[in-house]
């Protein structure tokens, strides 16, 4: 098509473009009421997992906090005690995290916690929705982040399965011993 020339070709071809797209379906989500489903690998909100028995399998390592290049995880380790009066067993380590924190104001999302972390206590979950009006509410606490008490499993703290060592927890049934 040859290039049209005059004063009002400019306004003609703007014309056309609507014309042309006058009779297109419009591409308009609507979000809050249709929610499409995520890619199965999306990196979402965080969760602490537990083990089986409702043990939590975080450490307190801080190996997350150290990987975090954003500095939102902050993780505060301490011993399990199973003394008599003790604060008692919340993982089958020696060791639990007691204070765990994301703040998601400074959390860009990128996994590399996840990669971190030496017991796969730490994913991520397909939960986008993350807004609220309040910034104190963007720091997640242990509690928020800990997957919640399956059927059968018992809130810690308690001891480890009946018979069970840590070496079990740890290298379950397939994985060569």
Not at 74 to 80: F, M
Not at 149 to 173: I, K, Q
């Amino acid at each position: 098509m040859r290039a049209r020339t005059g004063p009002l070709a400019p306004q003609f071809a703007g014309f056309w473009v609507t014309f042309r797209t006058m009779f297109k379906k419009p591409v308009t989500e609507q979000y809050p009421f249709v929610k499409e489903p995520t890619a199965p690998r999306f990196h979402g909100r965080h969760q602490l997992n537990r083990y089986d028995d409702g043990l939590e399998k975080c450490v307190g390592c801080e190996l997350c906090a150290w990987a975090c290049p954003a500095d939102a995880i902050y993780v505060e380790g301490a011993a399990n005690d199973d003394t008599p009066g003790g604060e008692g067993r919340f993982s089958p380590g020696e060791r639990y995290g007691r204070v765990y924190q994301i703040n998601y104001l400074r959390c860009i999302l990128c996994g590399l916690c996840i990669e971190a972390c030496p017991t796969r206590a730490l994913t991520m979950t397909n939960e986008y929705e993350l807004a609220d009006d309040n910034r104190r509410d963007l720091i997640y606490t242990k509690d928020d982040l800990l997957a919640p008490l399956r059927e059968g499993m018992v809130a810690p703290p308690h001891a480890m399965g009946p018979g069970l060592s840590a070496h079990d927890y740890y290298a379950p049934e397939g994985i060569i011993r």
